[in-house]
């Protein structure tokens, strides 16, 4: 039987088409959603338009994954880089690693290595998914299965309201593919030098940022108009 999740994606497939995007950072959750739109893919014939934001940090056992996932599940990932002079002004100004000395310098370095490139995956979407989930943060306590973004575009979350247990019984009951980091205690996995692996009585995201409060723990690419 199809998952709830697996109906889900098959739907926005077939609603948007090509312009339908899927946002794949290679942690756990987005894994299990590359896993299941590449089997709705297949159900209905449509190819999804998986994306990867490579900052120039990530560390290198994503790309090991980026390589193995494309095979496994038989579709394209795009990857896209900074722009180069983005990051050439942006290092000149605050250093590679400039990104520990302030929020304001961190957010710089995300906007572009991350936003910048976002820009570029979304252009043409009309819809888009990412594997976010309430559990994760308190900004995302409260984060829709849809709703419409700052861009305009929906945005469909569809593992919100999934737990951290549910999330990884499903990864090993359909064998997801999974990120190595995960093994070695991250519970989130991002850019090499703002990650770390977190402790068992840690929030899940404790290790992104780790020299920051909470509630600045985004980088701006699921900031949300809160109302
Ligand atoms: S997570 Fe760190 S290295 Fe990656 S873009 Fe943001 S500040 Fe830069």
Redesign the pocket.
């Known amino acids: 039987m199809n998952s709830e999740l697996f109906v889900l994606l098959r739907d926005a497939l077939v609603q948007h088409g090509d312009g339908l995007r899927v946002a794949c950072s290679l942690g756990v959750e987005d894994m299990i959603v590359v896993h299941e739109i590449a089997r709705a893919a297949a159900s209905v014939g449509g190819r999804p338009r998986v994306f990867l934001l490579d900052?120039g940090?990530l560390p290198e056992e994503s790309h090991t994954l980026l390589d193995a996932a494309k095979q496994k599940y038989a579709i394209d990932i795009e990857v896209h880089l900074p722009d180069a002079i983005a990051v050439e002004r942006l290092v000149r100004r605050q250093g590679a690693n400039g990104?520990y000395d302030s929020v304001q310098a961190?957010r710089a370095?995300?906007e572009a290595?991350?936003l910048g490139p976002l820009a570029r995956a979304l252009e043409g979407a009309t819809a888009w998914v990412t594997g976010l989930r309430r559990e994760q943060s308190p900004t995302r306590s409260d984060l829709p299965v849809s709703e419409i973004d700052d861009r305009g575009l929906i945005k469909l979350a569809p593992l919100a309201h999934w737990t951290t247990e549910q999330v990884w019984a499903f990864a090993k009951e359909h064998q997801v593919l999974i990120h190595a980091l995960h093994s070695r205690g991250y519970t989130s996995i991002?850019?090499a030098?703002?990650t770390r692996a977190t402790k068992p009585d840690e929030p899940l995201r404790a290790g992104r940022w780790w020299w920051e409060a909470p509630e600045h723990k985004e980088?701006g690419l699921h900031s949300r108009s809160v109302s």
Request: charged fraction near 30%; hydrophobic fraction near 10%.
């Open positions: 900052t940090r990104f961190r370095c995300c290595r991350k991002g850019c030098p703002c980088c």
